[in-house]
């Protein structure tokens, strides 16, 4: 794909450290997700809790291959009623950890309410207070919120 001045991404649930591996070499960018903190993970997934709480580390595990690999490399992460500073500072400590920061983007998508799922939306100033903190901490960490899905809906920190 390279070879021809293609480009080639991938969206990734980050559970597969090998998989991010093995298809880094290819790719141009990636987008990765990190769904919340340990204690949460088996709430937000659905998964087993052992599983579920194993996708913690293996997405950071993904985010730091396809970084060091100069990946770009954006890490999602949904803000729900139930996120607080603490988690999201908690999470962002672990990104702003990775080697190479100068490909990454962490990106923080407000949640909208899905037929699905019984989670409730944040507000969005509450949202964007808590960028603006964690910002403060890690000054360095490239950092948007997304909240619509349009060309209007990114916010950079």
Avoid at 7 to 19: E, I, K, M, Q
Avoid at 130 to 139: L, S, T, V
Wanted: proline residues 4%; positive net charge.
């Amino acid at each position: 794909i390279k070879s021809k001045n293609g480009r080639l991404s991938l969206a990734h649930n980050g559970s597969s450290p090998a998989f991010i591996s093995r298809v880094s070499p290819f790719l141009e960018s990636i987008a990765i997700d990190f769904k919340t903190v340990p204690k949460f993970m088996k709430t937000v997934t659905g998964l087993p809790s052992e599983i579920a709480r194993n996708m913690y580390y293996t997405s950071l595990q993904s985010q730091e291959i396809s970084s060091s690999s100069s990946v770009l490399t954006d890490t999602r992460t949904p803000v729900f009623d139930f996120t607080t500073l603490d988690d999201l500072l908690m999470m962002g400590s672990a990104i702003n950890d990775i080697t190479d920061r100068d490909n990454k983007f962490w990106t923080l998508r407000i949640y909208k309410k899905s037929i699905n799922c019984n989670f409730t939306s944040p507000n969005r100033e509450k949202v964007l207070w808590m960028a603006k903190e964690i910002k403060k901490e890690f000054p360095d960490l490239k950092i948007g919120i997304r909240a619509n899905w349009d060309s209007s809906g990114l916010l950079f920190i």
